[in-house]
Antibody, heavy 118, light 110 residues
Framework: EVQLLESGGGLVQPGGSLRLSCAATGFAFTSYAMTWVRQAPGKGLEWVSSCGKTGNKYYADSVKGRFTISRDISRTTLYLQIDSLRVEDTALYYC????????????WGLGTLVTVSS | QSVLTQPPSVSAAPGQKVTISCSGSSSNIMSNYVSWYQQLPETAPKLLIYENNKRPSGIPDRFSGSKSGTSATLDITGLQTGDEADYYCGTWDSSLRGGVFGGGTKVTVL
């Protein structure tokens, strides 16, 4: 059974940093792209970043230069380093297995909440 | 403003059919696979349709997807109260080199 467990969210001041983690189990981690999607309170889904199975990395324009996606194959864990946080980054951050333009995001975690506020 | 355009809401009576449209462009829907997601209240999204028209295991055939040119469509037949949710289309945009979602459509069962 595929399981994705996000952690690392919290309350942070504008300009601060957080590192989100997504522990993945139940599938061959290196055989799939992995994606971060966020959802601001009461809003729709926003694609944030993807890491292809060959290691290629992609970012939304809204986070480029501030967010860094990475993965630790030995720990089967996906990360999202988020720096220079802004109020508008406040959202529930989901980790998902797959790529949105490939075979879809077929498994999702429950999300970790990031709140940016002074 | 989302790259993909969906109607904010659709509604129908139980047992009826609803159709949700997703309009994009040559750099996203026309060139890449479309997937659809169902988000029940206070839950994580769930994949309903992938590669334009395929259903993951466990998704009933009441849900079907199609794509033509720069648009995609999700049909839900035999509408049930449990189908009340937000529905999102998603795909890759080759010009933006990133993923894109529609703004979401709220389905209400009357």
């Amino acid at each position: 059974e595929v399981q994705l467990l996000e952690s690392g969210g919290g309350l942070v001041q504008p300009g601060g940093s957080l590192r989100l983690s997504c522990a993945a189990t139940g599938f061959a981690f290196t055989s799939y792209a992995m994606t971060w999607v966020r959802q601001a309170p009461g809003k729709g889904l926003e694609w944030v970043s993807s890491c292809g199975k060959t290691g290629n990395k992609y970012y939304a324009d809204s986070v480029k230069g501030r967010f860094t996606i990475s993965r630790d194959i030995s720990r089967t864990t996906l990360y999202l380093q988020i720096d220079s946080l802004r109020v508008e980054d406040t959202a529930l951050y989901y980790c998902a297995k797959g790529g949105v333009g490939e075979s879809g995001l077929d498994s999702w975690g429950l999300g970790t909440l990031v709140t940016v506020s002074s | 403003q989302s790259v993909l355009t969906q109607p904010p809401s659709v509604s129908a009576a139980p047992g009826q059919k609803v159709t949700i449209s997703c309009s994009g462009s040559s750099s996203n829907i026309m060139s890449n696979y479309v997937s659809w997601y169902q988000q029940l209240p206070e839950t994580a999204p769930k994949l309903l349709i992938y590669e334009n028209n395929k259903r993951p295991s466990g998704i009933p055939d009441r849900f079907s997807g199609s794509k033509s040119g720069t648009s995609a469509t999700l049909d839900i037949t035999g509408l049930q109260t449990g189908d009340e949710a937000d529905y999102y289309c998603g795909t890759w945009d080759s010009s933006l080199r990133g993923g894109v979602f529609g703004g979401g459509t709220k389905v209400t069962v009357l």
